[in-house]
């Protein structure tokens, strides 16, 4: 899995016009699945990303989203997995097919969730529009082992 997370102090999720997730203060997970995926990466990455210090406290990065009282909202994005090495136009074969990916976001927002962490969600597989104000900025790049 591959995560970008960003600190936001408000993000956004359209889908033909309507808001279908937002959220104030926390973080904006855009997130790839890969065919190799699992469970065992859906678990790692959400301890990881709900206990990350990268909330200020103290003028410091010392607090996590649960300190701060913050939410997630959660975008699925294949095209995380996106080569662009050669051509011109990526190739997306180290994403996960849909029938693979799908079960895999829903299992992730829900263990993000079973965290006490709130998550408002993207449409999986739909055009989305997402608005944000990052707040830093802090982005960060993760990849599970």
Same mark, same amino acid.
């Not at 016009?17 to 890969?34: D, K, P, R, S």
């Not at 090495?85 to 074969?93: E, L």
């Not at 829900?110 to 998550?119: C, K, M, R």
């Given at each position: ?43 790692? @990455? ?5 206990? #990350?210090?990268?909330?200020? %406290?103290? &003028? !410091?990065?010392?607090?996590? *989203? ?6 997630? @909202? ?5 095209? #995380?997995?996106?080569?662009? %090495?050669? &051509? !011109?136009?990526?190739?997306? *074969? ?52």
């Amino acid at each position: 899995m591959r995560a970008v997370v960003q600190r936001v102090s408000q993000a956004a999720v359209r889908v033909d016009g309507a808001v279908t997730g937002e959220i104030g203060a926390g973080l904006l997970v855009l997130l790839g699945i890969a065919p190799t995926d699992g469970a065992d990466e859906v678990a790692w @990455l959400a301890r990881k990303l709900v206990g #990350l210090r990268i909330f200020e %406290r103290d &003028g !410091r990065l010392d607090a996590d *989203v649960t300190e701060v009282g913050g939410s997630i @909202l959660c975008v699925s994005q294949f095209t #995380l997995y996106g080569d662009c %090495r050669k &051509g !011109r136009r990526p190739s997306f *074969v180290g994403a996960a097919r849909p029938e693979h990916a799908k079960p895999l976001y829903d299992a992730f927002c829900d263990a993000v969730t079973a965290l006490d962490v709130p998550v408002a969600r993207g449409v999986f597989g739909a055009h989305m529009d997402v608005s944000l104000v990052n707040d830093g900025p802090v982005t960060l790049v993760i990849d599970t082992p």
